[in-house]
């Protein structure tokens, strides 16, 4: 990022890129930036796989939603059942 952060030039994503110049590694808050300019979070997701973190997108994060509240669904209708076999 250059000066007021705004822009990002090629020598700034050439000096990242290089695995030669580790002194060069991008601010984490440039990360998102970066994986912006080349449309890919394969670089968010190298930095989240240490932490047993996975970076999905958003068709898989509904997916997910969607199936934690079918199972609440689906628990709360066997509890319904065992309540009504107490009755």
């Not at 997701?45 to 997910?64: C, T, W």
Request: with cysteine.
């Amino acid at each position: 990022m250059k000066g007021n952060g705004r822009t990002l030039t090629m020598t700034t994503f050439e000096k990242w890129l290089n695995v030669q110049a580790m002194e060069h590694i991008p601010p984490v808050n440039s990360l998102v930036i970066f994986c912006a300019a080349i449309d890919d979070a394969k670089a968010m997701h190298v930095l989240m796989q240490p932490l047993g973190a996975e970076v999905i997108e958003e068709p898989d994060a509904k997916l997910l939603l969607w199936a934690k509240e079918y199972q609440r669904a689906k628990d709360a209708r066997k509890q319904m059942k065992k309540l009504e076999a107490e009755l």
